[in-house]
T-cell receptor
Framework: NAGVTQTPKFQVLKTGQSMTLQCAQD?????MSWYRQDPGMGLRLIHYSVGAGITDQGEVPNGYNVSRSTTEDFPLRLLSAAPSQTSVYFCASSYEWGLGELFFGEGSRLTVL | AQTVTQSQPEMSVQEAETVTLSCTYDTSENNYYLFWYKQPPSRQMILVIRQEAYKQQNATENRFSVNFQKAAKSFSLKISDSQLGDTAMYFC?????????????FGTGTLLAVQP
């Protein structure tokens, strides 16, 4: 079972470059979300979606865009990368909004120089 | 605002012994979930155990159990018969069960090392 798949696993960017982190799930989950993990700060919610066509902001949305055109995919876009966006990014999904059990991808380590 | 606090950045335990990881949280809500997630060196987060706030009985999953003290807003994780594979970062997390959000709020984590 693939579960939640994130690509790429590693990426190095220069300040000002743009890129998209891909996330796909094959479990027909309605809820999908993006977190970033920084040392000493746990995981913080960037954006989330409760279904195709619906997205909303989390705790730290600035500098990131998302869209949800299908149930399976939830890409995260960095429009103009900054060193402060160096982090490990996790995509997570759950079957039903409100149940809370999230299934995570393996993470994407992004370094912005 | 809801917060989750894990006051133990690192802990160590001998194989086969028992260890307890602490977690406290702050909320004015009455209906919520609490979770412990495990993040091994491979990085992928795995759900260890879940507790619903309205249930008084403490959740148990094999060697993992919680001590949920609602009035004290405390949610500790006990790992019995520790195994080398339990070595990981453990995150406590909180979620309000309401119609407005499905956001998990995480603590900063406790790095557990199981020593042979």
């Amino acid at each position: 079972n693939a579960g939640v798949t994130q690509t790429p696993k590693f990426q190095v960017l220069k300040t000002g470059q743009s890129m998209t982190l891909q996330c796909a799930q094959d479990m027909n989950h309605e809820y999908m979300s993006w977190y970033r993990q920084d040392p000493g700060m746990g995981l913080r919610l960037i954006h989330y979606s409760v279904g195709a066509g619906i997205t909303d902001q989390g705790e730290v949305p600035n500098g990131y865009n998302v869209s949800r055109s299908t149930t399976e995919d939830f890409p995260l876009r960095l429009l103009s990368a900054a060193p402060s966006q160096t982090s490990v990014y996790f995509c997570a999904s759950s079957y039903e909004w409100g149940l809370g059990e999230l299934f995570f991808g393996e993470g994407s380590r992004l370094t912005v120089l | 605002a809801q917060t989750v606090t894990q006051s133990q950045p690192e802990m160590s335990v001998q194989e086969a012994e028992t260890v307890t990881l602490s977690c406290t949280y702050d909320t004015s809500e009455n209906n919520y979930y609490l979770f412990w997630y495990k993040q091994p060196p491979s990085r992928q987060m795995i759900l260890v155990i879940r507790q619903e706030a309205y249930k008084q009985q403490n959740a148990t999953e094999n060697r993992f159990s919680v001590n949920f003290q609602k009035a004290a807003k405390s949610f500790s994780l006990k790992i019995s018969d520790s195994q080398l594979g339990d070595t990981a970062m453990y995150f406590c997390a909180f979620m309000i069960r309401s119609g407005a959000t499905n956001k998990l709020i995480f603590g900063t984590g406790t790095l557990l090392a199981v020593q042979p």
